[in-house]
């Protein structure tokens, strides 16, 4: 069952593409047939570290170019896709799956959507996920990314009622995704190097290899609770 994974968070440097990279590395490591695809125009850099694989998509509020998207559904007829969006790209997303009526053909043809939010947990980034899960209602399952690599008291969320009345209504499911520590991610960023390369850097020494295996492991654990596939988040 193809699903069209949307990696979210609205505003730029909340961890969009750190989450994007390392789900990626999740599907490559199990062996999962997907495709991952680069929405981000202005900072590529998912397409930039995974370049041999990783396809390219716009979304845009011009209808002119509105059709530049339509690749991501295409795909995700007979593969999974994991899209990285670009910061602000919330309204020309929902344009698109509304105008074209995305989820009702979806259903049709066995292609579901998930939009997995990445969080900061301060006040602009949890208002902007009540916006999108309100947008969609039940019909997009949404996953809460609570990145510890930003915010590592998450308590006020847990507390909120607002929030937390969402969360029962839709069933949505949250994560805590671990912190990368600073000096392995500024190296992994300079270099651009997939995951599967910083595990055997050779400028990384036994225990910064180790952060790294670490790391993965925590996400990993992290995505298995709530599932990469649809029918497991839903």
């Given at each position: ?138 019909k997009v399952p ?66 910064s290899k180790q ?24």
């Amino acid at each position: 069952m193809p699903t069209i994974h949307l990696i979210d968070g609205e505003k730029g440097g909340v961890g969009k593409s750190l989450v994007a990279r390392t789900m990626i590395q999740y599907c490559l490591d199990k062996n999962m047939p997907f495709v991952p695809v680069e929405t981000d125009r202005s900072n590529p850099d998912v397409a930039g570290v995974y370049k041999g694989i990783c396809q390219y998509a716009v979304f845009t509020e011009d209808e002119k170019q509105a059709d530049k998207a339509d690749k991501i559904f295409e795909i995700a007829m007979t593969k999974t896709v994991i899209a990285n969006l670009a910061a602000q790209s919330h309204r020309a997303v929902k344009e698109w799956i509304e105008k074209n009526q995305l989820i009702e053909l979806g259903e049709s043809q066995g292609v579901y959507f998930c939009k997995w939010f990445v969080s900061t947990g301060g006040y602009d980034s949890l208002n902007l996920f009540k916006q999108s899960v309100n947008s969609y209602g039940d019909k997009v399952p949404h996953v809460l990314i609570k990145n510890l690599g930003l915010c590592d008291d998450w308590e006020h969320v847990n507390s909120d009622v607002a929030i937390q009345e969402i969360v029962k209504k839709y069933n949505i499911k949250a994560i805590d995704f671990p912190k990368l520590a600073y000096k392995e991610r500024n190296i992994i960023d300079q270099h651009r190097l997939t995951f599967a390369e910083a595990r055997q850097y050779k400028e990384f020494g036994i225990i910064s290899k180790q952060r790294v295996v670490n790391f993965l492991k925590l996400a990993y654990a992290a995505f298995e609770t709530v599932g990469i596939w649809y029918e497991e988040v839903k």
